[in-house]
């Protein structure tokens, strides 16, 4: 890995469903890929998460966390320079949540944006839940990142991950970097594409979501049933005009172009246009990431090595990390250690 003087990143994303979706690209993973750039980076599959709501099954959880890995890498995070790996394989995640818990109030926890939507739509809630701030608040501090690159739907959590750093630094000593969280303006929130009010996500209907593993023809029809407006300019207008602005967001994270300058292209077109355009963008990332990820789930015992390599780089990382907060709390060290 690259030389320690670069400033650290560290994302985790959950292996929830087989594909990621557009949403996840643009909002998160694209920050992923160009951090490598300037950061060493740390990014892993957040599995401990997953069983958070309704746990998968068991062996749609081993194949969806393959499949994440080979979304990554086929989306440009480069298994060379950064470290991928599983949560579930580096145990420090959990032994220094714990220490977290303790730290954060009930309430604290029960005010998080996340928590309360998910309770109130009423389905059977785990105490794991209630915590999965806290793991994600150790997943960050344990690597003493710098910089935490997620779409805008984490912030809160990132906040809380703040507070929970000076918190035990205020009580046990300097500790812990306190992280700042990373969402550039080109993070767009990418919306659905039936119900432009809403945020695209795994959760609503399929005719609103594209995921990057769908069928490239599934994604052209899914774009042009998009739900646009009764008017015919192209415009972007997120607060009035949802539904094209939502399609000039795409299109212009999909093909690295700016919002006005599409605006400037499609001026005096119909949406029509507008659709075709996004359709054929969209499909140009998709078909040859699809070939990637299917090329790279064809060997399923080579993603496995690249997760080990991961895990290898960031278990040093993460003990050093939950040696260093035993000690400080007053755990007594093990006989081997000292
Ligand atoms: N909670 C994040 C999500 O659902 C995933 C996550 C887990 C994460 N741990 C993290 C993101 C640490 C950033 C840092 O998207």
Same mark, same amino acid.
């Given at each position: ?11 985790? &994303? ?11 690209? &643009? %909002? ?32 749609? =959880? ?15 995070? #480069? ?27 009930? %309430? ?16 059977? +809630? ?19 990142? #710098? ?15 703040? #507070? ?26 990418? =919306? ?53 602005? #939502? ?24 949406? %029509? ?9 969209? +499909? ?32 040093? +990382? ?11 709390? %007053? ?8």
């Amino acid at each position: 890995m690259a030389s320690t003087s670069l400033p650290r990143a560290l994302s985790g &994303i959950q292996p929830t469903s087989a594909s990621f979706h557009l949403g996840n690209y &643009i %909002g998160a993973l694209r920050q992923w890929v160009a951090l490598q750039e300037t950061h060493e980076v740390f990014y892993f599959l957040a599995d401990l998460h997953s069983l958070t709501l309704e746990p998968p099954l068991p062996a749609d =959880l081993t194949y969806r966390s393959r499949s994440a890995a080979a979304q990554l890498i086929a989306a440009g995070v #480069n298994p060379e320079r950064s470290a991928i790996f599983l949560q579930s394989h580096v145990g420090g995640h959990t032994q220094l949540s714990w220490v977290l818990e303790c730290l954060t109030g009930y %309430g604290e926890a029960q005010r998080m944006t996340q928590f309360k939507d998910k309770m109130a739509r009423g389905a059977a +809630v785990s105490l794991g839940l209630l915590t999965y701030p806290t793991l994600q608040a150790a997943d960050i501090l344990i690597y003493q990142a #710098n910089h935490v690159p997620v779409g805008e739907d984490q912030r809160q959590h990132v906040e809380l991950t703040r #507070n929970l750093a000076q918190r035990f630094n205020a009580r046990y000593g300097e500790t812990f970097v306190v992280p700042d969280v990373y969402i550039t303006k080109e993070a767009a929130k990418i =919306l659905d594409l039936q119900d432009p009010s809403a945020k695209m996500s795994k959760s609503l209907p399929e005719a609103g979501t594209l995921n990057l593993l769908d069928d490239p023809s599934a994604l052209a029809k899914k774009i042009k049933r998009a739900v646009t407006d009764t008017e015919t300019e192209i415009r972007y207008d997120p607060a009035t005009k949802p539904g094209v602005s #939502n399609l000039l967001a795409i299109l212009a994270a999909v093909t690295d172009r700016s919002v006005p300058a599409l605006e400037a292209e499609f001026s005096g077109q119909g949406y %029509g246009a507008l659709k075709n355009a996004v359709a054929d963008a969209v +499909v140009a990332f998709a078909e040859p990431f699809n070939s990637r990820v299917a090329e790279l789930m064809a060997d399923p015992a080579e993603i496995d090595r690249i997760l080990a390599r991961g895990a290898e780089q960031a278990q040093p +990382v993460a003990a050093a990390t939950v040696t260093d907060v035993y000690e400080r709390v %007053g755990f007594v060290p093990p006989l081997g250690r000292r």
